[in-house]
């Protein structure tokens, strides 16, 4: 039978668990109203994160409780009367206190915070920067519209229902006096794991959704100076079609390699947020598809109200991020442009300076031909200077010899004996300085 395999006997893939564990990371917490809840999501990464890390490990280890594993990215603890659930994401660290509130009727909760509760979050301090704190309250059988209408500010209020009926969700998106952004939850009849997925959808929601307008922030900062750079460039292009000579082309090259470089540095960033942007927004639009069902009448949906203001600031990162994109593309085909005209402007100076390399040459061989041609008569005339006195010595010795005769017969043999001999040695010359280019060629 298959149930007796012994699975020890396969090699497991380093990443096996994991791979198979991801389906089971972050599960949903069965819920039952009323209860409240605090969510805070703080940007922390690298030594930051390990040191907010480090002080959760010790907020637990303070209170006798279980601390996360060391590779562990999510750990839930029940502290008091609260429940703690935290989770640490690439950019970001998240702190979900879940309780049961009992202070006061239900139109005060918003305001009532236990007292535990309140004492716990003020020792769990984090050196992460806060983006987002979330107060959401969950009631059960109240009448939805009448209990938002108390809560929220009417001209921003959107309302819908979950997809069951069995729940509303509510909220004004807006930041009360203590900094939170609150949510209404009313359960109207919903199953204690639907009411723990809702609560948990809605969080991520409302803490993806500052996470992807970060890249609007990105997208202001930036735009400035993408439009100053593509208007230099275009001057730069208007340069380089009016101007010539190698200064002036190496000088403009110079301006355009640091103008990308400068452009390239402000887009790393930049390239980086408008990507995680566009990935939390896709997030969002996820999870509201996946718990809206009818809308409120008289109220617009959450997806609506959204899309009318999250929508006009993805489409800007979009733009920008095109912007940049081709941007680059211009600036380094000017840049190769550029490069090009000045390889131009070099190879004709070589070419320039090897024809001058070669005139100088031709002369000097010509004088070297003029040298040579005025040593053979040099020469010659010292040969035919000793020959004659030769011939002068024979006469006074008694032979019967013509001096001035011998001389002048004695000149044409000397003058060519010297010629041909000259003519050897550099002929010799020349064939020796052809033989190495013979060679590499």
Same mark, same amino acid.
């Given at each position: 039978?298959?149930?007796?395999?012994d699975?020890r006997?396969?090699?497991?893939?380093?990443?096996?668990?994991?791979?198979?564990?991801?389906?089971?990371?972050?599960?949903?917490?069965?819920?039952?109203?009323?209860?409240?809840?605090?969510?805070f999501?703080?940007?922390?990464?690298?030594?930051?994160?390990? =040191?907010?890390?480090?002080?959760? =490990?010790d907020?637990?280890l303070?209170r006798?409780?279980?601390?996360?594993?060391?590779?562990a990215?999510?750990?839930q @603890?029940? $502290?008091?009367?609260?429940m703690?659930?935290?989770?640490?994401?690439s950019?970001f660290?998240?702190?979900?206190? @879940?309780w049961? %509130?009992?202070?006061?009727?239900?139109?005060?909760?918003?305001? !009532?915070?236990?007292?535990?509760?309140?004492?716990?979050?003020?020792? /769990?301090? &984090?050196?992460?920067?806060?983006?987002?704190?979330?107060r959401?309250?969950?009631?059960?059988?109240?009448?939805?519209?009448?209990?938002?209408?108390? $809560?929220?500010?009417?001209?921003?209020?959107?309302m819908?229902?979950?997809?069951?009926?069995?729940?509303?969700?509510?909220?004004?998106?807006?930041?009360?006096? %203590?900094?939170?952004?609150?949510i209404?939850?009313?359960?109207?009849?919903m199953t204690?794991?639907?009411?723990?997925? /809702?609560?948990?959808?809605?969080?991520? @929601?409302?803490t993806?959704?500052? /996470?992807?307008?970060l890249?609007?922030?990105?997208?202001?900062e930036?735009a400035p100076?993408?439009?100053?750079?593509?208007r230099r460039?275009?001057?730069?292009?208007e340069?380089?079609?009016?101007?010539?000579?190698l200064?002036? %082309? !190496?000088?403009?090259?110079?301006?355009?390699?640091?103008?990308?470089?400068?452009?390239?540095?402000?887009?790393?960033?930049?390239?980086?947020?408008?990507?995680?942007?566009?990935?939390?927004?896709?997030?969002?639009?996820?999870?509201?598809?996946i $718990?809206?069902?009818?809308? $409120?009448s008289? *109220?617009p949906?959450?997806?609506?109200?959204?899309?009318?203001?999250?929508?006009?600031?993805?489409?800007?990162c979009?733009?920008?991020?095109?912007r940049?994109?081709?941007?680059?593309?211009?600036?380094?085909?000017?840049?190769?442009?550029l490069?090009?005209r000045?390889?131009?402007? @070099?190879?004709? &100076? !070589?070419?320039d300076?090897?024809?001058?390399?070669?005139?100088?040459?031709? &002369?000097?061989?010509?004088?070297?031909?003029?040298?040579?041609g005025?040593?053979?008569?040099?020469?010659?005339?010292?040969?035919?200077?000793?020959?004659? *006195?030769?011939a002068?010595?024979a006469?006074?010795?008694?032979?019967?010899?013509?001096?001035?005769?011998?001389?002048?017969?004695?000149?044409?043999?000397?003058?060519?004996?010297i010629?041909?001999?000259?003519?050897? =040695?550099?002929?010799r010359?020349?064939?020796?300085?052809?033989?190495?280019?013979?060679?590499? %060629?």
């Open positions: 039978m298959i149930d007796e395999l699975l006997t396969f090699k497991p893939h380093p990443q096996r668990d994991a791979v198979l564990g991801e389906v089971h990371a972050r599960p949903f917490r069965r819920l039952v109203s009323p209860f409240s809840v605090i969510h999501a703080v940007l922390a990464q690298g030594e930051a994160a390990a =040191i907010d890390r480090c002080r959760f =490990i907020f637990c303070d006798n409780l279980r601390p996360p594993a060391q590779s990215k999510h750990h @603890i029940v $502290i008091g009367p609260a703690l659930r935290w989770e640490q994401h950019e660290t998240t702190f979900t206190w @879940i049961t %509130n009992t202070n006061g009727p239900a139109a005060h909760q918003f305001r !009532n915070i236990d007292d535990t509760v309140r004492s716990l979050i003020r020792a /769990l301090r &984090q050196t992460g920067q806060l983006l987002v704190a979330i959401l309250e969950v009631e059960q059988g109240a009448a939805p519209t009448k209990r938002a209408e108390q $809560i929220f500010d009417k001209n921003s209020l959107a819908v229902a979950t997809k069951s009926g069995a729940g509303v969700v509510a909220s004004d998106f807006r930041v009360d006096e %203590n900094g939170f952004t609150k209404l939850v009313c359960d109207l009849g204690s794991h639907d009411l723990g997925a /809702l609560v948990q959808r809605l969080l991520e @929601i409302e993806y959704r500052p /996470l992807a307008l890249g609007l922030s990105a997208a202001l930036l100076s993408v439009d100053r750079i593509d460039l275009v001057q730069a292009l340069e380089m079609q009016s101007g010539e000579g200064q002036f %082309n !190496n000088h403009l090259l110079a301006e355009l390699t640091a103008l990308a470089a400068s452009f390239e540095r402000g887009a790393t960033g930049g390239l980086f947020r408008f990507g995680a942007s566009r990935a939390y927004d896709e997030l969002v639009q996820s999870r509201l598809s $718990i809206e069902g009818n809308d $409120i008289g *109220y949906s959450w997806s609506s109200f959204l899309a009318r203001r999250m929508a006009p600031a993805m489409r800007t979009a733009t920008v991020e095109e940049q994109t081709a941007l680059s593309a211009k600036l380094a085909r000017a840049a190769d442009l490069r090009t000045v390889d131009i402007e @070099i190879e004709q &100076q !070589n070419h300076l090897l024809q001058a390399i070669n005139e100088r040459t031709r &002369q000097q061989l010509r004088l070297q031909w003029t040298v040579e005025l040593s053979v008569a040099a020469i010659g005339y010292y040969v035919v200077s000793l020959f004659k *006195y030769l002068e010595g006469h006074d010795i008694g032979l019967q010899v013509d001096p001035s005769f011998l001389t002048a017969v004695f000149v044409p043999i000397a003058v060519g004996v010629w041909l001999v000259s003519y050897k =040695i550099r002929k010359h020349f064939k020796h300085d052809d033989a190495p280019s013979v060679a590499r %060629n």
